[in-house]
């Protein structure tokens, strides 16, 4: 794998500092004013107006008439009555995904199973005969019969053509049988994958329902995206973030091939944003971090230090790894998708190779088994400086709330999250359980860092539905009334700071980005409104106005 | 001194729960039902009833038909639509000051000297001839000029009538010719009294104008309040805070002969709500909790175990010490109203007596001074356990933000000084300074309780005024918009909190009250509003329909 550099933390750091620094000297300098800046940080936290010179660096931070006459030949950039914050970043998404969805048909919001066929009709109409009919978004809690739906339901209308259609949180498929069919074993009989289940009839045979590690007996024997098709969806992906505010996304589950496609559009310069890449469970591409030391792209818009790892399932379709059985399901407590054994073995080779370890769990039990292998495998000596993070952290037993912080353990939560599952998250884990999800206000309370973001594709990959779900808790239409658990809120500035400098903290990348700070990268956006100022309920309709990245426009609206 | 328990934190704790638990077994049982109880206890967010006996303890909560059922005899209490929450703590007040305000000339809000004037001549007709004219609440920086008022203001007026105006912060006092008069040691020349200053002219006579501690010169030469007077201060007191929703005050200064009034009125079951002492520095009452042990009072509403010492002065009157001169006033850096070595030996002597210690700080210097002599005192081994606390902790220098959670020091903290200092703070401090300034959320993210409260009177009495400053920092037009400093705004649910569970824990009391739980006290107030439901702005006009101390309504709006 080209552009692998012989390094560890200290030297990537050291060689990033001297790149920064290197343009200051003769270069064009652009003077940035707006109605008011917030930079995020604490020792400044306002200023009307922003230096960076031509190689994005910011330079100074202040009053405008300061800086213009600090810098009297720099070109003007005026926003008016504008606000700029720091670029966000969404700490938790899936760029490709959120490509590949406008690639596949979008289930997203069906009203029931005839809503889901209608749009699947209309979407095979521009495939070609034979190929794989792939589609997205599907939540059987949204239609009247809330139960999971069978390949007969598909069957009628694609008797022919394979149908995969991945449930809203990506942790079930359901198939048609002419999908079912490319798997080579025989489906029928009892039994099961490890960390996976397949839904049976009562003649034992597949119903076409798959869940967690069920899907990858179909997905491994589906015909492989080609090299062409994962850049595109990567741009699609990149595109749709920088329209919508975002400056940095970490890419939560990056193969060695993504990686190298990646690599490919770093090289060419068309990377409109900074992506923390991680690498997708114990494969080839953490292979390639303990061959060849932490990866840095030398244009300062790809990384990869981290890896991603699954110790359960979702909540919407019960694999999430829970203590006790499901409150709407006694027979069921979820799925560890990692036995403990194997979590240890994995986050100790991550930790001896220095990477940095992000684990998907949100069952309370999934999250004790990430607490515990982290405390097994980090020690007791200064644990927070691996900086490791449980992806979701959703639902947490109160024994293991305050367990986070000690270890320096970063809760990578998504807003949205709450807000969409709020309608039967209570449903799932009863009224005692629902007081340690989606406890946000807890975790910071006991000392955790939150890094925000959004988890899209399976969410919008609109930061700004992501500050409104945390501020208020309510849905679109502002219910439940004063917001769902309201002691669990943050304030705007805290999901700011989520989406900005803790979310580039959980990246390794507060020295460079998340706030606005002399020496730190020109990442900005201009923004119509002041998020600090607008009541809550305006945060998701913020008009995003500009995007800048290392001091350029990777967007800009177009009224 | 009557009424001292010989007894120390474990004991007077063991006692109270035995207290607690007696009137259970055969006693009469209330079940209140609402449109949604407020716990305030994590466990059990919310519930829409809650049982109580006629002791006062809290039996159960729950679902209304759960507790009906449990309770079949029960009598019952339906606030209808309204909502309940935990009775509110204001951990930092002035309980015989407030009584006095109602029996001195209020000049709050006077907008010119001819404005105290007018208000003074109305004031004196009700005055036997040559009695002390008092007075307080005066701010010059509400006035055109600006700067500080003289004697000779008042002269013209008031010839023969000592007149005493204390400043709106209680750390200066305008005195006219009169008053002056009573202080035997002549009060002309270049010598100034420890830890305060007598303001004088270019001929060395003084203006009228005395700080902090140069105020005793006339105080103490003063006429002193009988008993009388004081029970009936206290009583106006108590009565003004039951009215706005209090069911405790931290009370910021108690002399002996205060707590001997308290006394009285507590055993005579005249005490509404709970009040928790503080010794009024190095005096008669810490010596008495020294000799005779922490004290609580049998019928659990009043309490001394804490020492009150002052760090410094005030902002306003440029009092408070800093490490550097004031933005606007160069040769001056405050004061510090006691030496560290005093300090030190004050805070040994209180911890060697089990005594909590809670001092005045507002400056950096004045913060600094007082975490170096808590850090000494307290040393490393759980200094925690202590709960000293810090009131006011207004200005943190940077490097001392982060200081006060590893020693366990609680944040006293008043929400309305940083909405009343807001216009003027910054031309104090500076933009610097200003940054660790009213730090609420700085101090939570670094993991410090805050127990918020009023200063009454030197700020309203009114809570509802402090949850709207906390999480809106705004005035009462709300302005700024968006807030001032909106970075440390706080939630809805963290105000609550920090004048609730925050403030008897800051009080040693939240195992009894803070909270509503199965066995603590049945405190609570009725609100129109739900307060985590309607936006911030609406939280200075809740609607306070009743107060509840014990199970019993101290306070009940008329409509």
Not at 50 to 57: L, P, Q
Not at 315 to 330: I, V
Request: with cysteine; glycine share 10%.
């Amino acid at each position: 794998m080209h552009g692998f550099r012989h390094s560890r933390l200290g030297q990537v750091i050291a060689l990033s500092i001297v790149a920064a620094s290197m343009p200051v000297q003769a270069a064009k300098v652009t003077v940035l004013t707006a109605s008011r800046i917030h930079t995020m940080d604490t020792a400044r936290p306002r200023a009307q107006a922003m230096a960076f010179d031509d190689g994005g660096a910011i330079l100074a931070l202040g009053e405008t008439a300061a800086l213009l006459k600090q810098y009297p030949k720099a070109t003007r950039i005026d926003v008016g009555n504008a606000t700029v914050a720091p670029g966000l970043i969404d700490a938790h998404g899936h760029v490709a995904g959120l490509g590949l969805a406008r690639l596949r048909a979008d289930l997203v919001d069906t009203r029931s199973k005839a809503d889901v066929l209608q749009r699947l009709r209309d979407f095979a109409r521009d495939l070609p005969p034979g190929a794989w009919l792939l589609g997205r978004g599907w939540d059987q809690n949204d239609w009247p019969e809330k139960h999971f739906p069978t390949a007969a339901d598909l069957d009628a209308a694609f008797p022919d053509r394979p149908v995969w259609l991945s449930r809203v949180d990506g942790h079930a498929a359901w198939g048609n049988t002419a999908a079912m069919r490319i798997v080579k074993r025989d489906l029928r009989g009892d039994w099961q994958p490890d960390g996976g289940q397949i839904l049976r009839d009562a003649q034992g045979a597949p119903t076409g329902l798959f869940i967690d590690a069920a899907m990858d007996l179909v997905e491994s024997a589906m015909p492989a995206m080609d090299a062409t098709t994962t850049e595109r969806a990567l741009v699609l992906g990149m595109q749709s973030a920088v329209e919508h505010g975002l400056t940095g996304v970490h890419d939560a589950g990056v193969s060695l091939t993504q990686l190298q496609a990646y690599q490919r559009l770093a090289d060419r310069k068309a990377m409109p944003l900074r992506v923390y890449a991680m690498a997708d469970g114990d494969g080839a591409a953490l292979d390639a971090l303990c061959r060849n030391g932490l990866y840095r792209h030398a244009g300062g818009r790809l990384e990869m230090r981290a890896l991603k790892l699954f110790a359960d399932g979702a909540l919407g379709s019960r694999g999430a790894a829970m203590l006790e059985p499901y409150s709407d399901d006694h027979a069921n407590s979820g799925l560890l998708l990692m036995k403990p054994e194997e979590l240890d073995r994995v986050t100790t080779k991550a930790r001896d190779c220095g990477v940095q370890v992000a684990t998907h769990a949100i069952g309370d039990r999934g999250n004790r088994e990430v607490l515990d292998a982290y405390a097994k495998a980090l020690g007791s000596t200064q644990p927070a400086e691996y900086r490791w993070r449980i992806e979701h952290a959703q639902i947490l037993s109160p024994t293991d709330l305050p367990r986070l912080a000690p270890l320096g353990v970063i809760a990578s939560m998504q807003p949205t999250h709450a807000t969409s599952d709020m309608p039967w998250a209570e449903d799932r884990v009863g009224p005692a359980r629902i007081v340690g999800a989606y406890a946000w206000r807890q975790l910071r309370d006991s000392g955790t860092r939150l890094a925000l973001g959004s988890d899209f594709p399976v969410e919008s990959v609109d930061p700004r539905l992501g500050l409104y779900a945390a501020t208020t808790r309510a849905d679109g239409d502002g219910l439940p009334v004063g917001g769902w658990h309201p002691e669990d809120k943050l304030t705007a500035f805290e999901a700011l700071r989520g989406f900005t400098l803790d979310a580039a903290y959980a990246g390794f990348a507060e020295a460079r980005v998340g706030s606005l700070v002399p020496g730190k990268r020109a990442d900005f956006i201009v923004l119509k409104q002041d998020p600090l100022a607008i009541p809550p309920a305006g945060l998701r309709t913020l008009d995003v106005q500009a995007t800048y990245v290392d001091g350029r426009p990777v967007y800009q609206a177009t009224r």
